[in-house]
């Protein structure tokens, strides 16, 4: 690749940036929030290291993955930075202690087995529960029915910090209704129980105005920032 390539990739990369803060400046505005309240977390799954390197010389440092073996592969690559990774995709028990490894959050804690797995005497993770909102339970996240019990457990837990909820809104309806009840499950459930986990990790590419309107505190961003992820291999 020529370095004339290679600085328009980064010039593009800037502006989707660029473009995304100002979404995001503009959606707190109307909801007349502070932006600063509100973390970008940008997904870089399927996109190679030197993606995430050239985001860092950006000045971002929070950065998303879906997939554990991808992850720990970038953040050993990317040793060097400054990074705060988000563990945002579906986990097996069986791989929680490696992502604890290197994840700063992980946001997808769904099941009883999984915060066990999690358990840790040691240092803590930030950690969001993430609330199925659909009825279908391949979705990932728990039951509304059963947040509060799951809630209590992690409360119950050594080595994790409950930041609040997470949630993917369903494709089948407009995402502003889904996740104002998130923040109402946040109100009504988590708060009695933990009055300090009030982060709502909500909102993606094409509904981060939504979320912000409903108290998203961290978005995560892929496609609008870093562009159309590679084809899977
Ligand atoms: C991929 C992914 C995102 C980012 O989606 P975009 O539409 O590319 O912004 C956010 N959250 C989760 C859980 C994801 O898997």
């Known amino acids: 690749m020529s370095s004339a390539h290679a600085d328009s990739n980064l010039d593009a990369l800037r502006e989707r940036l660029l473009a995304v ?40 440092h929070d950065i998303g993955e879906n997939r554990h073996q991808e992850a720990q592969a970038k953040h050993r690559e990317l040793a060097d930075l400054d990074l705060r990774w988000h563990f945002i995709g579906q986990l097996q028990s069986k791989k929680a202690r490696q992502v604890r490894a290197y994840a700063s959050a992980i946001h997808s804690i769904d099941r009883p087995a999984l915060v066990d797995a999690l ?15 659909t009825d279908d339970p391949g979705r990932g996240g728990v039951a509304a029915a059963d947040l509060g019990a799951l809630v209590e457990h992690v409360l119950a837990t050594p080595g994790l910090r409950l930041r609040g909820l997470m949630a993917v809104a369903p494709l089948e309806e407009p995402a502003r209704p889904a996740f104002a009840r998130v923040r109402e499950l946040s109100e009504s459930v988590v708060r009695p129980l933990a009055p300090a986990a009030t982060d709502l990790s909500m909102g993606m590419s094409h509904d981060l105005e939504d979320a912000v309107a409903e108290g998203a505190t961290h978005l995560r961003i892929g496609t609008a920032i870093t562009g159309n992820r590679p084809v899977a291999g």
């Open 21 to 60: 803060r100002h979404r995001v400046e503009s959606a707190a505005a109307a909801a007349e929030r502070d932006a600063r309240d509100i973390t970008t977390i940008v997904v870089t799954k399927f996109h190679p290291a030197s993606l995430v390197r050239d985001l860092e010389s950006l000045g971002v």
């Open 119 to 133: 358990r840790s005497e040691e240092a803590s993770v930030d950690a969001f529960v993430q609330v199925n909102l």
